[in-house]
């Protein structure tokens, strides 16, 4: 059983710079967990907190029920694959695969048993006299991903470790990983900063900016209700458009209202915010041509600045106002670069985030 | 045009390139050419024409008993490959303990060791030899090889080259795996320091080995002196027994084992001299 608990932890550096500030962070047992943010969001300081590369300044780190914070790595029962793979050049695919376990002593039988298993499963078989120098790229992750296998270890933190491959392999290495996630049902902690990645392989995503944990949830839920703007622009690719608009009371509900459009809704978390301007978040497949989402004056008229054809669809780039608007419809678009172009917001999935918090008002 | 030009640019190099060769290899030259000539040819001057006295100067030089000079080979290769392997080493695992713990004084004990690096030989001498006398080390071979434990040069050069060649993940994947700190610099560091290794084992081999000056300070027993101090010997014996066929002979002898680890090294040091400066 292995789950990983942050208690409060906080790690500032020498330099006094703090990376991580007050994380709380539970991770259950044979969970596939992915960090996800923006480069210098403290994400791979937290993994290599897990692994015990980095010390903990405050708080405490468990892994199941033991509190790790002074237990050297090799003690931690856990296994990192690095994002430039750290393979020890000067020893055979064989050799890196077997050593963690040839310093545990383990019986030569064995260890040849567990290697061989483990490079079958990864198709690296006929690979295994080789030194790394003579693997392609997906082949040195495979090692050290094998590497990190046939040490059965209750804990499996991978770091980044598609970001050197090309996109063609980075997918097939993805479904790859998860497979092996099913296979081996331990825990995963995997980090990235690409939201593609996290979405297809969590079980659930940990989205970070600036050392603090932003929200931390299923795929599905960080899309449909992100907790903030950070979020929301995070996750989802092309990412969420941003509009902002002032509330005005109509009726018994209130309206959105941007330039020539406006959005009715009846949501009383807007109560507060009457005569005061918010952000509205759109997601690109939110926009739409089809008449049957014209509701009268949730339409946004401009024209495209630029149309790229991505096969099934199109996403259409809008020149609006100050905000750069990007439409996610269905191929074959009719409207093209410099045509004026007419799009419904599907007003029953708008996200409204407060402007100063940037905390969602409602989903 | 540009083909003349060019041809004409090869030959001017080649013939630069000759002449550097020629002034390399003259003194060599001459010097095995003295070894085979007698005292009383090599006083007459110059010759490109080997002499017949090669099996007599190796005769004299084997057989004189104030110049033990197979006991002043085997000493001198005791001392340049004990300082090698220490040399090397050692000043990796410095260099090492610097490269990858950070630790409060580390930039203070890396300006402390470059310091040392400017610091000429001559000035801790005398100091170095009381020490010894004191440590009643004088007239043994220690004094000679355990100093390059600390080799400040080797040291600057081994830790470059880990800053080009040696990745920090590397390390930690050892630690995770289950290796201890030692383990991890001896099966995992050494190996990759290799080129860096066999580059400083040779300079360090071919330093002990030439020299002269604190093997003079501290051996004064015939029994234990290396090379340098027989050939010097040899020049300065009184003028009724001076034979130059003998000094010729004793230098000729004593350059073998550089030229050999040379000729078997040579590809290292080329690709190693480089080394140390390369960071991607």
Request: with cysteine; hydrophobic share 45%; aromatic share 10%.
């Amino acid at each position: 059983m292995a789950g990983i608990s942050f208690k409060n932890v906080e790690k500032t550096y020498e330099n006094g710079v703090t990376v991580i500030k007050d994380l709380n962070l539970d991770i259950n047992d044979k969970e596939f967990v992915v960090l996800v943010g923006p480069s210098g969001c403290g994400k791979s300081t937290t993994l290599r907190m897990i692994a015990g590369l980095e010390s903990v300044t405050a708080g405490e780190l468990y892994i199941g029920d033991r509190l790790i914070n002074a237990v050297p790595p090799k003690d931690r029962d856990i296994a990192m694959v690095f994002q430039n793979y750290a393979l020890y050049p000067h020893m055979s695919v064989y050799k890196n695969m077997a050593f963690a376990l040839t310093l545990l002593k383990e019986k030569k039988d064995v260890i040849d048993e567990k290697v061989h298993e483990a490079a079958k499963i990864l198709g690296l078989e006929e690979y295994l006299d080789r030194k790394p120098k003579a693997l392609s790229g997906g082949q040195r992750q495979r090692v050290a991903l094998g590497r990190a296998m046939v040490r059965n270890p209750s804990v499996f933190l991978l770091d980044e470790p598609l970001s050197n491959l090309d996109a063609k392999l980075r997918t097939e290495m993805r479904s790859q990983i998860s497979k092996l996630h099913q296979r081996l049902g331990t825990t995963f902690v995997y980090v990235t900063h690409d939201q593609v990645e996290a979405m297809t392989m969590g079980d659930r995503i940990c989205v970070m900016n600036a050392g603090v944990i932003q929200q931390f949830d299923t795929p599905q839920v960080l899309y449909d209700q992100p907790k903030n703007l950070f979020v929301a622009g995070f996750i989802g690719s092309p990412q969420m458009n941003f509009i902002d608009a002032v509330v005005e009371k109509e009726g018994d509900g209130y309206a959105l209202k941007f330039d020539q459009t406006t959005i009715s809704v009846n949501r009383s978390e807007l109560a507060d915010y009457v005569g005061k301007t918010v952000v509205v978040g759109v997601r690109p497949e939110d926009l739409h041509m089809e008449k049957e989402y014209f509701k009268g004056g949730n339409t946004i008229k401009t024209l495209v600045d630029l149309d790229e054809m991505m096969g099934s669809e199109t996403l259409l780039y809008l020149a609006y106002e100050d905000a750069k608007i990007i439409a996610k419809v269905p191929s074959p678009c009719p409207v093209h670069t410099g045509d004026e172009v007419e799009l419904a917001i599907n007003t029953d999935r708008i996200h409204v985030f407060d402007k100063e918090t940037e905390e969602a008002i409602f989903n | 045009m540009e083909v003349k030009t060019s041809k004409v640019r090869t030959v001017i190099a080649y013939i630069v390139l000759l002449i550097l060769t020629f002034l390399c290899l003259f003194f060599f030259y001459i010097l095995i050419i003295n070894s085979t000539r007698s005292h009383a040819q090599i006083q007459q001057g110059f010759s490109a024409i080997p002499g017949k006295s090669f099996f007599i100067n190796l005769k004299h030089v084997l057989h004189d008993a104030n110049i033990p000079v197979l006991s002043g080979i085997k000493n001198s290769l005791i001392v340049s490959t004990g300082a090698a392997i220490l040399a090397t080493y050692f000043s990796a695992m410095t260099a090492y303990g610097l490269y990858a713990y950070s630790f409060k004084f580390r930039k203070a004990a890396f300006i402390f060791i470059m310091l040392i690096l400017v610091m000429p030989t001559q000035v801790s001498a005398l100091g170095f030899m009381r020490l010894m006398d004191n440590m009643h080390l004088l007239n043994t071979l220690w004094p000679l090889i355990l100093p390059s434990v600390a080799a400040p040069a080797v040291f600057y050069f081994m830790y470059s080259y880990m800053q080009s060649s040696l990745p920090m993940e590397l390390v930690e994947a050892a630690r995770i795996d289950g290796c201890s700190e030692f383990r991890t610099f001896n099966r995992i560091v050494l190996p990759i320091m290799k080129p860096a290794i066999a580059v400083q084992a040779i300079f360090t081999f071919v330093m002990a080995w030439n020299n002269y000056f604190i093997p003079a300070l501290i051996i004064s027993e015939n029994k234990k002196k290396t090379l340098p101090i027989l050939i010097a010997a040899l020049r300065s014996a009184d003028f009724l027994k001076f034979d130059m066929g003998k000094v010729y002979m004793l230098i000729t002898i004593a350059i073998v084992p550089i030229i050999i680890v040379y000729i078997l090294l040579s590809r290292f040091i080329v690709a190693g001299v480089a080394l140390g400066g390369v960071k991607e």
